[in-house]
Nanobody
Framework: QVQLVESGGGLGQPGGSLRLSCAASGNILRIYTMGWYRQAPGKQRELVAGITSGGSTNYADSVNGRFNIFRDNAKNTVYLQRNSLKPEDTAVYYC???????????????WGQGTLVTVSS
């Protein structure tokens, strides 16, 4: 079994910064794309940022220039550095990873349990 465990959520102030972490553990052969999604109250889950195993990144327009996604492949961990926080960044943030567990199988998309981030003064 593979688990994704997020950390770093909580209360942030407008204009401030917070970093989220997501560590994958378990039977892992390789992790392909990793990413962060978020779901605000009453809204659908949306992609915030993604990063491939080679380091290529993509961002939602709403966070481009403010958020930075990076990963440590040796630690099977992905991070989301969030700067210039806005109240509209308030949401539950979910980690996502495309994980290969066995050489004879295909990869599976796994999700973390989610961590609440509230941006408020």
């Amino acid at each position: 079994q593979v688990q994704l465990v997020e950390s770093g959520g909580g209360l942030g102030q407008p204009g401030g910064s917070l970093r989220l972490s997501c560590a994958a553990s378990g039977n892992i052969l390789r992790i392909y794309t990793m990413g962060w999604y978020r779901q605000a109250p009453g809204k659908q889950r949306e992609l915030v940022a993604g990063i491939t195993s080679g380091g290529s990144t993509n961002y939602a327009d709403s966070v481009n220039g403010r958020f930075n996604i990076f990963r440590d492949n040796a630690k099977n961990t992905v991070y989301l550095q969030r700067n210039s926080l806005k109240p509209e960044d308030t949401a539950v943030y979910y980690c996502n990873a495309d994980v290969l567990q066995h050489s004879w199988s295909s990869s599976n998309t796994l999700w973390g349990q989610g961590t609440l981030v509230t941006v408020s003064s």
